[in-house]
């Protein structure tokens, strides 16, 4: 059976290290790191996630300023929030919660955000440094998966690696990071030709595609690293049930490692959230600093 990596005690750790480093930021800076949350719209699951990621704020000691506007806002209203808070000297972190009602162009919001107070790492600016290797705030889904695939892979040099999905938020920046870490890495997607067989060859399995439970045994490669980033509502013996992209119950018996949904991935997001809202303080705060002569 497959080693279970979970997704609360990696978040956990993360949570108590950036708690620690606040207090020293705090120490040294003598400002509080704040991060300001806009949530647009009545959306069920966006209000859960943004209370969910406010908590998380106040129990590592950053200041969290929330910003809630109506489903019906005009993207001016929401571009000169952004501008407001974008030029705020107390902010040091933006984040927009996604998906934004119809009619609003989130393409257009991600690029209003100040590159440097981008903590989802979204931004045009830093989806190229990350590219090319010089990322300073990483998309927090991606991040989180690559700490704990380290936790049970301290070295990736060398691995298969087959990602299942090309988002802009999941797949293209886990691409990125894994060829970073030296593996040798396939992006596959809805088009992609024979696609369990690539699959079937992967040391590490990344599946972030939203499709339940297709991910089955026969995909994976005896005594490969799995990480689940998808996250589905389905109906089973009539209850509502949360389930990944791969079939848990049969993979996890062939696989060497296994993250499971709930409890995987999800919670890391969270967590490195959090370090990248203290990231992008200490980069703003140091800015601030005059240069020694």
Known sequence: MARLIDGKQNAQQVIDEVAVDVKKFIESYKVTPCLAVVLVGEDPASQVYVRNKIKRAGEVGIRSIEHKLSAHCSQQELNALIQTLNTDPEVHGILVQLPLPKGLNEEEIIAAIDPAKDVDGFHPMNVGALSSGQANLIPCTPLGCMLMLKQVMPDLSGKKAVVIGRSNIVGKPMAALLLQA???????????????QICSQADILIAAIGRPEMVDADWVKPGATIIDVGINAIERDGKRKLVGDVNFAEVEKIAQAITPVPGGVGPMTIACLMKNTLTAAIAIEQAKLPLAS
Request: glycine content about 0%.
């Open 182 to 196: 030296n593996c040798t890495v396939t992006v596959v997607h809805s088009r992609t030709q024979n696609i369990k």
